[in-house]
């Protein structure tokens, strides 16, 4: 039912920028976030946020990454800045509605969207 379209991944050095996007589809989510995983490990939340602002980082990321939402829009972004190549992984988008828990991920994912840090 629910369709999220990611975009924004992509090739940076060390210290550089990208921003994610996710569209997606149905009316507002109660919990919208950013999930990663790399070859070889468990997938792990990066972010996460209440359709009130409410959010919550892994402490590998705080400080560094934020994540934002678009209501109107049903859209939710992820700025990353001063990347790291440990930061390379896909990167994929995460919804649901049935709770307002930051920890626990919906059952709807994006495609994946590949983010690649080099050194």
């Known amino acids: 039912q629910v369709q999220l379209v990611e975009s924004g991944g992509g090739l940076v050095q060390a210290g550089g920028s990208l921003r994610l996007s996710c569209a997606a589809s149905?009316?507002?989510?109660?919990?919208m976030g950013w999930y990663r995983q790399a070859p070889g490990k468990q997938r792990e939340l990066v972010a996460a946020i209440t359709s009130i602002g409410r959010t919550k980082y892994a402490d590998s990321v705080k400080g560094r990454f934020t994540i934002s939402r678009d209501n109107a829009k049903n859209t939710v972004y992820l700025q990353m800045n001063s990347l790291k190549p440990e930061d390379t992984a896909v990167y994929y988008c995460?919804?649901?509605?049935?709770?307002?828990?930051?920890?626990?991920?919906?059952?709807?994912w994006g495609q994946g969207t590949q983010v690649t840090v080099s050194s």
């Open positions: 149905g009316s507002t989510f109660s919990v």
């Open positions: 995460n919804v649901k509605n049935t709770d307002w828990s930051l920890l626990i991920p919906g059952s709807s």
